[in-house]
């Protein structure tokens, strides 16, 4: 059974960082991803990046790209979002995701399979 359980998140200054932890537990396949979504305020659940575990890739929205990292452990049982330079519009609830196949990543929201619970980024002055 998987089960993602969020850390971090709160209020941050424009220009500041904060780091997202998901501890991930229950994945006894080798074709998964992990995700991160977020859903700002009125707005749809959107992908903020994507790690595909076949070829060990990670992908950033273009939104995010130079700014988000996304990073884990050695067997990724705990992943993270590195978020650096943030903006107002990176206000959201951030969430992590895991999909059971390795194309998952191409369907966004539609592809994954179990979500975490969300956790609340503010970035405001």
């Known amino acids: 059974r998987f089960s993602c359980r969020r850390l971090g998140g709160g209020l941050v200054q424009p220009g500041g960082s904060l780091r997202l932890s998901c501890v991930v537990s229950g994945i006894t396949i080798e074709d998964y991803v992990i995700a991160w979504f977020r859903q700002a305020p009125g707005k749809g659940r959107e992908k903020v990046s994507c790690f595909i575990n076949k070829d060990g890739t990670t992908q950033l929205e273009d939104s995010v790209k130079g700014r988000f990292t996304f990073s884990g452990d050695n067997a990724m049982k705990t992943v993270y979002l590195q978020m650096n330079d943030l903006k107002a519009e990176d206000t959201a609830v951030y969430y992590c995701?895991?999909?059971?196949?390795?194309?998952?990543?191409?369907?966004?929201?539609?592809?994954?399979?179990?979500w975490g619970k969300g956790t609340l980024v503010t970035v405001s002055s």
């Open positions: 995701a895991a999909g059971v196949y390795s194309d998952s990543c191409r369907w966004g929201i539609d592809g994954m399979d179990y």
